[in-house]
């Protein structure tokens, strides 16, 4: 990854997430307005329809409506099958083996919420993404300014807002299997709540 700096990602704390995940946390990490904010775009972009991927996923996945199937993968198998909307629930650490368990080509779109900045693999995983989802499908990253500091990426926390939307953009643009990425801040700016910022591509 020599498009990032020697130890953008390394963490504060490098011992395995398994442990770390393990408890379960049924709270949103976000406040109410930018959960909303959430499912606003999922619904304007289209990506509650069909068959989607929920990645880093956990008890609830912010969809207004949700799509006809939904799977949700993630760390934590207890927060996993407490997800109404989930249609499938798959245990996976994407820091372990960043390769997905799915066929090419099966998933109309795919979304991660409030955890790209836990990756330490997020170009291999990008790749992976672009495989599994099918061409003109959408990959959509959504975060905020809050996390685990611990388990962000130290490039993440070296980082003021504008720039990790920078970062995303960067490994979209950094992956053969996406066209040119967007992005927006889906809540008020200089407002007192949670920012929640977006950005996505489409499979090519």
Same mark, same amino acid.
């Given at each position: 990854?020599?498009?990032?700096?020697?130890?953008?990602?390394?963490?504060?704390?490098?011992?395995?997430?398994?442990?770390? +995940? /393990?408890?379960?946390? #049924?709270?949103?990490?976000?406040?109410?307005?930018? =959960?909303?904010?959430? %499912?606003? *775009?999922?619904?304007?972009?289209?990506?509650?329809?069909?068959?989607?991927?929920?990645?880093?996923?956990?008890?609830?996945?912010?969809?207004?409506?949700?799509?006809?199937?939904?799977?949700?993968?993630?760390?934590?198998?207890?927060?996993?099958?407490?997800?109404?909307?989930?249609?499938?629930?798959?245990?996976?650490?994407?820091?372990?083996?960043?390769?997905?368990?799915?066929?090419a080509d099966?998933?109309?779109?795919?979304?991660?919420?409030?955890?790209v900045d +836990? /990756?330490?693999?997020? #170009?291999?995983?990008?790749?992976?993404?672009?495989? =599994?989802?099918?061409? %003109?499908? *959408?990959?959509?990253?959504?975060?905020?300014?809050?996390?685990?500091?611990?388990?962000?990426?130290?490039?993440?926390?070296?980082?003021?807002?504008?720039?990790?939307?920078?970062?995303?953009?960067?490994?979209?643009?950094?992956?053969?299997?996406?066209?040119?990425?967007?992005?927006?801040?889906?809540?008020?700016?200089?407002?007192?709540?949670?920012?929640?910022?977006?950005?996505?591509?489409?499979?090519?």
């Amino acid at each position: 990854m020599s498009a990032f700096p020697p130890g953008f990602f390394d963490r504060l704390d490098p011992t395995p997430d398994a442990a770390f +995940y /393990l408890p379960e946390r #049924l709270v949103h990490h976000i406040d109410d307005e930018a =959960v909303r904010a959430v %499912g606003d *775009l999922y619904e304007e972009l289209g990506v509650d329809r069909g068959t989607v991927l929920d990645l880093m996923s956990s008890w609830v996945s912010h969809f207004h409506v949700p799509p006809e199937e939904l799977v949700v993968l993630g760390m934590n198998e207890a927060e996993l099958r407490a997800n109404g909307a989930a249609s499938r629930c798959v245990v996976h650490d994407l820091n372990a083996v960043p390769d997905l368990p799915f066929d090419a080509d099966s998933f109309d779109h795919a979304v991660c919420c409030l955890s790209v900045d +836990y /990756l330490t693999s997020p #170009l291999e995983v990008f790749a992976e993404v672009a495989q =599994v989802l099918r061409p %003109g499908g *959408l990959f959509v990253c959504t975060f905020s300014n809050r996390c685990f500091p611990t388990k962000a990426i130290r490039g993440w926390l070296a980082a003021r807002e504008s720039e990790r939307v920078a970062i995303v953009r960067r490994y979209f643009e950094l992956t053969d299997g996406f066209g040119p990425p967007s992005a927006d801040l889906r809540t008020p700016p200089h407002g007192d709540g949670d920012p929640l910022w977006a950005v996505w591509a489409a499979a090519r």
